[in-house]
């Protein structure tokens, strides 16, 4: 996709080709950090080993070799991070109103500082609480005899539920980048969020103890509040721009609109031949020449009014000077 605006739409397939080459972007990243983590594996293990305070076994030829490549494909995968959320968020940008340039790297940026928190805050405070309640269960006739493959799935599956969770703020920016969210509203949600922390918690910690699922779920309440603050100091940034009418100067080439002209008043018809003239109806006025009787001709039949009362007018009638 091409970014910026008032940029021309692709096709399909250009959009195609374009996911395909930021897919390969991340995959040589994936590579690149793997081949990092197979060289350091030794320091690695090391690193992953210290909060179980035991050695780690494996039981087949290739359970070692499998370990070190599990090993290097995670720092792969925590490495390569950041140029996944990248080229994701890059091939992302131009579905919104005003893409940034800068935007795709502040995200990534906060995105890997997140999962850092996150991936710190299980290794150093959670995790060591987990794997010394599931190794101490105060049964003599037990003795831990963990296998490598075991401990890497269970450790990576809990420091990845880590990074998720700790995600959470940057997932309600982006909500609210789409569709502003009211601080008030969201504190209305504040028992549901409660208790899917506890629910959430439950699920990624195995064991039933409610101190280390209190660990887990403590970080995402805090998180959300925090998400509360910053959409709210976001929210409060953001003004609506208001446009001003600005007058427009009247231009010299122009020529004043000139008024319309109307049409003249049409004249009333003549009257018809036959109809009655003023001084054939009013007493007094008849006409100086011409006979003075027999004037019914020229006025209408039937009842009329004539010297101020009505009148039945009928041939033959004359009238005197």
Known sequence: MQSGVGSDRQPFSEHLKELRQRLIYCLLALISGSLVGYVFHDKLFHIITRPL??????????????????????????????????????????AFKHPDRKQPLRIAFYSFSLAVI????????????????????????????IVVNDYLNFVFNYLVGFAVVFQLPLVLLFINRITPQKPGHLMKYQRYVILGSFIVAAILTPTP??????????????????????????????????LEAIPLAPNPATPPPQPTPQAAPKPLPPPASGAPKLWDIIPGRLPKTGPKTAVSNSLPLGPSFYGGKFMDIKPGLNFKS
């Open 53 to 94: 305070h035991q050695k780690l076994y494996y039981t087949s030829p290739l359970g070692g070799f499998n370990a070190i490549i599990k090993v290097s494909l995670i720092f792969g995968i925590v490495t390569s991070l950041p140029v996944i959320i990248y080229h994701l968020n890059r091939f992302l940008s131009p």
């Open 118 to 145: 996150g991936v710190t805050f299980g290794y150093f405070v959670s995790l060591p609480a987990t794997l010394h309640f599931l190794t101490n269960l105060g049964i003599k006739e037990f003795q831990p005899f």
């Open 209 to 242: 103890d409610p101190l280390n699922q209190t660990l887990m779920a403590l970080p995402m309440i805090l998180l959300y509040q925090v998400s509360i603050l910053i959409i709210w100091l976001q929210n409060r940034q953001t003004k609506p721009t208001v």
